[in-house]
């Protein structure tokens, strides 16, 4: 028992890393069946903004049932867990519509660059220790998932994004609520977070909640392909990341744990690059030369800055 004890108290300090390693990997083919949806089978953001009420609604409704309101903590602190709610629902919107204009790969992307926000807002207020190397580290991560954005390493290297302007948006909607998350894991379990959460996000997503687009939205997941993507693109991927990174920001530091989320872009390069592949077709991920050269290379940034900020 002593020897397992002690092996524990080894893996302990970096279970955050491994955390938030599987919560990007999970919110990363989350967008790849969001972008599926939006593509194939639903007709616009609206209408998966309506889907995304019911999954949320029934996840919250489920956590109540189960871990129970948190009685003990303060309206003010209940306040802070809901508004990190509305500004992750802000974020993803957001990041929905970039899905819908452009590449999935392009526009996960560009909505990865929340770390420099939550790392300058953790050092300010939380008193978080950014050293040189972490600062590299993170600037690695952040450099690498917007150069997967670019259209490679030629002529079009500085041609914008679809959406850019909803993407940095969605960056900083995912910032603050990251952020929020971890001021708030003083006086709430990770559980009772993620719970309020999801309830928070609901109000942002009943912004598109016309009678119009519960039709279509009842019209677009008729077929069998169509529910299974979403029932697992939205009503169980999504859940999973969001609790793997609130348990990880339990265990570790905000400003390195939204780093390595920063991973995401990664996981959607490699998934629709598979997917974009000519005998599958299912997806129209640019499988050019130069293209995938500058996705290597930011692979590779990304890679170099998830070790760096787990041995620094």
């Not at 919560?23 to 889907?51: Q, T």
């Not at 005998?279 to 640019?286: F, K, W």
Request: hydrophobic share 60%; with cysteine; charged share 10%.
């Amino acid at each position: 028992m002593a020897v397992l004890t002690k092996v524990w108290s080894g893996i302990l300090p970096a279970v955050w890393i491994l955390l938030a390693i599987c919560s990007a990997a999970s919110l990363g083919f989350a967008n790849i069946a969001h972008k599926r949806l939006l593509d194939n089978y639903l007709d616009g953001v609206g209408v998966l903004g309506v889907g995304s009420i019911l999954t949320r609604l029934t996840c919250g409704g489920i956590m109540v049932a189960v871990v129970g309101w948190p009685t003990d903590a303060s309206w003010q602190v209940i306040g802070m867990a809901l508004l990190s709610g509305v500004s992750l629902g802000t974020g993803l919107l957001l990041l929905f519509l970039g899905l819908k204009l452009g590449e999935a790969s392009r526009a996960v992307a560009v909505s990865q660059t929340n770390p420099i926000l939550v790392a300058l807002l953790a050092l300010a207020i939380l008193g978080e220790a950014v050293g040189p190397w972490q600062w590299t580290a993170i600037a690695l991560v952040v450099c690498g998932a917007v150069l997967v954005s670019v259209e490679g390493l030629g002529r079009g290297l500085f041609r914008l994004t679809p959406g850019l302007t909803a993407l940095m948006g969605s960056s900083a909607g995912l910032g603050m609520s990251f952020f929020l998350a971890k001021l708030v894991l003083s006086d709430l379990t990770p559980w009772e977070v993620f719970t309020l959460q999801e309830l928070g996000m609901v109000p942002v997503f009943a912004l598109f909640g016309r009678p119009a687009n519960w039709r279509k939205l009842y019209s677009g997941l008729r077929s069998w392909p169509a529910l299974t993507t979403f029932l697992v693109g939205e009503g169980l991927l999504p859940q999973l990341a969001i609790l793997l990174f609130v348990w990880s920001f339990a265990f570790g530091p905000v400003s390195l744990a939204s780093a390595i989320l920063a991973t995401r872009p990664m996981f959607v390069f490699l998934a629709g690059s598979l997917l974009s592949w000519r005998r599958l077709g299912l997806m129209q991920e640019s499988l050019g030369t130069s293209a995938l050269a500058a996705k290597f290379v930011a692979i590779v940034m990304i890679v170099a800055g998830t070790i760096l900020l787990a041995v620094a």
